[in-house]
Structure formats: C-alpha cells, structure tokens
C-alpha cells in the first residue's frame, strides 16, 4: 500500500487510512555526519533535519504531510519542495483549542488533507468507512494504555512507534555499560518534551542504569500524543467533528493557553508516584526552553532541564547530568 509520511500526532492516522494509503509517522533513526553538518551550518532542529533525512530514504512515500507545529517544522516543507520529491502537504494547526472557530479550522484543514490525499490517489472514504477505522485505532489505543503499567522505558517507546506505523526493528544504540537489573526497585521518573528521536532511546537506558524508570512518557511520541477516546455519541452522528474534537484537545506546549498540559502532567505523575521530572528538550527548541521556568515552578517534584543535540558530546554529557540527578532522588 503507497505509505504517507507525516511528522506529528496532530495528524490523526486513522484520517489516512480511511484513505486508503499507509500513514507512516517515522521515530527518527538517521542521525549521520550529513545531518549533524547540516544543523551545524544553518542553526536547525535536529528533529527537523532527521524527519528530512527519513521521509526522504523510503521508496514507497507517495506524500508527505508537515504539520505546522513550530517555525523549525515549517521550514522542513520548503527543504522538501522538489520535483524528485514526493507532493508536500503544510498542515495547520490552530494553537488555540477551547473555541469552535478553532475547532472548525482543524476540522477544514482535516477536509484540505483528505483532497490532497485524494491527489496522491487515495480514495475518499464514506462516514462508514471513516467511522470504522477511528473504531480500529481508538480500541487500539485503549489496549495500549492498558499496558501502560506493564510497559516502560524503551519498550514502551517501541510500542507507540509501532501504533504510528513505524514497523522497524529497534536497532537504537543503548547506553554505554547499560545493565539492569529487573529484580532491583526503581524511582519513577516522568519523561517531558519533545520529540525523542530513535537514535537517542539510550535515554531511557540511562535513567535505569542510574536507578529509575520511565513510568509517564509525556514527549510528542509517548503518552501525551495519544487522543483521547472519541465520544461516542459525535462519533455515530459526525466521525470527522468526533475527530477533529480528540485530536484539537490534545496537551502541547505550543497552544494558547497551554494550562492542560499542565494539568494533564499533575495528573498522571500523581497517578504514577513519579518522583522526578526529566524535560528533555532539543538545543534549539523555543517553545519548551521558554517553559522551562513554570515547569519547574510548578512541578511537586525535582526537575532536570536536560538540553539535548546531535554533537558528538551530547551522551557524555547527559549521562553525567543524569546520574547527578537520579543519586540526588535517592
């Protein structure tokens, strides 16, 4: 099946399929020298660089849909403009969420989507068919958060990459002299932030090999960017409202106001007994660095602001922070 590429949870996958082409969100495997000269040279998001760098080595793309969450993304669909290249799709996302103007801008850009998928030749679903695959995807995502107690850390990481599409193998690099002992009690930790690219899962080795866990993944590919279930009723009579309404709620740190995912936080760390925070941020990411002071403010825990990048240093250095961190916990 032609496969769709796309680079955030505002783009609900179920919308995709009910097209029937492949939705595709990739976990950011390529981290080569290429890209890490190329953030070096132009100042860019690493993430942003490595989604080029991914959408751009599988055959079977058809489309590539961006969703317009920060200035570094949108600049990633003019890199992506060319004629060897697959047709590129800027999505917008409303950065506010509680009002009904904002709610029937997501739902026409949701509309402005399925044409363009038709395009690329999809075919356009009835509500039916629509209806049918939100079903398939929200019993999947209820299955998953029932696991949630059971799956942590990495494998928790791999699961949701799996439920985005990403059928890879996990292949990411561990920690240097990772060892875990599964008998051993470890300090609940909450993972924030944004997206944590494959190549850069060592991070959730380290943290156990310094005596905590990852029980709340709250980065752009964990927890946090699951929807919430659909409501049952505006599922029956509107499918599309019923989708636009789960994915517009969705907690993250670019909306205004951004007091759910605040709120979304305290949450599920009371639930989990978290201990300690970790907000794992890209270097040059505004949005969460601008956070970093009210999250620390507001967290009933200790947080460690962990900045991270591709340069050759980035895992010394964090391994270190990291084991400070987890021995002041303890």
């Known amino acids: 099946m032609p496969c769709v590429g796309y680079n955030s949870a505002y783009v609900p996958p179920e ?5 029937q082409l492949q939705p595709w969100r990739p976990t950011l495997r390529i981290s080569d020298a290429a890209t890490r000269e190329g953030v070096s040279q132009d100042g860019c998001c690493s993430c ?16 590539i849909v961006v969703a317009a969450v920060c200035d570094q993304i949108r600049r990633v669909s003019e890199w992506l403009i060319d004629p060897s290249s697959p047709p590129v799709l800027l999505f ?9 103007a904002a709610r029937q801008c997501y739902r026409d850009e949701l509309l402005r989507l399925g044409r363009f ?8 679903p009835t509500p039916q068919q629509l209806r049918h ?31 985005h599409g990403d059928m890879t193998e996990d292949d990411s690099p561990a920690a240097p002299d990772h060892a875990t002992d599964e008998s051993a009690s470890h300090t609940p930790i909450a993972l924030l932030g944004s997206t944590v690219p494959r ?3 060592w991070l959730y080795d380290a943290i156990e090999q310094h005596g905590g866990r990852v029980v709340l993944d709250a980065t752009d590919y964990g927890e946090r960017g699951l929807p919430r279930p659909f409501d049952a009723q505006l599922l029956a009579d509107d499918p599309l409202e019923a989708l636009a309404a789960a994915y517009l709620a969705m907690p993250h740190v670019r909306q205004r106001p951004n007091d759910g995912l605040f709120h979304w936080l305290h949450e599920r760390m009371a639930h989990r007994h978290v201990r300690g925070l970790i907000l794992r941020r890209n270097l040059w990411c505004d949005l969460w660095h601008a956070e970093v002071a009210r999250i620390k403010a507001s967290a009933c825990v200790p947080v ?5 990048d591709v340069d050759a240093s980035a895992p010394q250095r964090a391994l270190g922070r990291i084991a400070a961190f987890m021995e002041m916990l303890h």
């Open 15 to 19: 919308w995709i399929a009910a097209h």
């Open 48 to 63: 942003a660089r490595a989604f080029v760098a991914e959408v751009s080595s599988r055959r079977d793309v058809v489309g």
């Open 92 to 100: 917008h996302v409303p950065a506010t969420w509680q009002t009904s």
């Open 117 to 124: 998928l038709e395009q690329i030749g999809g075919q356009s």
């Open 133 to 163: 695959n939100m079903m398939d995807y929200d019993r999947e995502r209820q299955a998953m958060r029932a696991m949630f107690d059971d799956l942590r850390g990495r494998p928790h990481a791999d699961a949701v990459a799996k439920l």
């Open 199 to 201: 190549y850069q899962w």
């Open 304 to 308: 460690l602001d962990l900045d991270l």
